[in-house]
């Protein structure tokens, strides 16, 4: 058998999503047909101890202190960004100046206006990007979609799309690189995969109304001072889709007792969807035409009939987990640098979500509806 071409990655960053990445890299060519062999070629991370550490850890050939050696590496295919946000611009263009492929973590960009000039740069380079929103690569979301692309709820009058943790719930949780003004807070950190599975199941938003609440208001610095939080806590919009529809959408990082509550509440008019990322096996469906006396939402539980949950197996109700749906982010990227199709979530769409969060900021800031 013919073997395959390798595609080289260099990640820069260890942390939770840079260990994230190596899962889904690790497990897509186990579980798909990849049109590459994925090498882990070089980890680079603050300091060499780091990184060495992380890149004996997760089976990377070589590790590096100095990002940039990563972008000049004539040997590396990918640029994986899971750095602190405020950095992805400057690692994504060096990356994209140098011809490679970059795949980045959300969000793309601290502010709108770099995210665009990052996704101009590629398409002017004709490199294939790519922003981790791997929440929609869930096979029950894309179920969902398709029942509401069918008719299956009838017109779609109303929707509600939350996204709730409490990482941040405590005020005595120090400063970090979250709370940067440049373009931090819960709406831009967390609300945005509430924005983006909102447009991915009923379509483009094309106004809001935003409110973003500040509820901690000092937090410590590290050095025994404090320092004054600027950013949201809490960021709610109502919004009016291009369909008609409308709803609300929340990012919330002082959600007590809540872990992953990404969860979604589409109303039609001849049925219902609900779902909870922190059960996100399974898709909830009430039907007007079920016969009176036995409505009710019934409980859909993901299994092989769910693209592409069969490929990680084949019996239903066993579950996918939130590695899994990295690796299906990852095959599906793989798969556009092939030129299999599209990139799945590129940069472009990454600057929509950017430019979706600011316009919100600015209607909370002018306490008015804002046209998107």
Request: glycine share 10%; charged share 20%.
């Amino acid at each position: 058998m013919p073997s395959k071409p390798k595609l080289r990655i260099g990640l820069i960053g260890s942390g939770f999503m840079g260990k994230a990445h190596v899962f889904g890299f690790a497990s897509a060519p186990k579980v798909f047909d990849l049109p590459y062999d994925i090498e882990l070629h070089t980890l680079a991370d603050i300091t060499m101890e780091a990184a060495t550490a992380a890149a004996n850890a997760f089976g990377f050939h070589s590790a590096t202190d100095n990002w940039r050696a990563l972008v000049d590496n004539p040997e590396i295919d990918v640029i994986d960004i899971t750095a602190p946000n405020a950095l992805h611009k400057e690692m994504a263009l060096a990356a994209i100046a140098a011809g490679k492929h970059v795949y980045c973590e959300k969000p793309l960009a601290p502010l709108a206006s770099d995210a665009i000039e990052m996704a101009d740069a590629a398409e002017k380079a004709g490199v294939k990007t790519q922003v981790g929103f791997n929440y929609l690569c869930n096979p029950m979301l894309a179920f969902a979609r398709e029942m509401i692309a069918s008719g299956e709820l009838g017109e779609i009058r109303g929707y509600r799309g939350i996204h709730c943790e409490d990482y941040m719930a405590d005020a005595t949780s120090p400063y970090t690189f979250r709370h940067d003004p440049a373009g931090g807070g819960a709406l831009a950190d967390i609300g945005s995969h509430a924005l983006a599975t909102a447009e991915h199941l009923l379509g483009p938003i094309a106004e809001v109304m935003g409110d973003c609440v500040t509820s901690i208001h000092e937090r410590p610095d590290g050095k025994g001072g404090t320092r004054k939080i600027e950013v949201d806590d809490i960021g709610r919009a109502f919004v009016r889709f291009e369909n008609g529809a409308s709803g609300s959408i929340e990012g919330n990082w002082i959600a007590t007792g809540r872990k992953m509550q990404h969860d979604f509440e589409v109303f039609g008019s001849k049925g219902a969807l609900a779902f909870s990322q922190e059960h996100f096996n399974v898709l909830h469906f009430y039907s007007t035409a079920d016969a009176k006396g036995l409505q009710g939402f019934r409980r859909i539980e993901a299994g092989p009939d769910h693209t592409p949950y069969g490929r990680f197996c084949v019996a239903p109700g066993h579950q996918l987990g939130f590695n899994d749906l990295k690796a299906i982010e990852v095959a599906g990227y793989v798969s556009a640098l092939a030129g299999q199709g599209d990139e799945p979530f590129n940069f472009r769409k990454g600057a929509h979500i950017q430019g979706l969060v600011e316009t919100i900021q600015a209607s909370s800031s002018e306490r008015s509806w804002r046209k998107v």
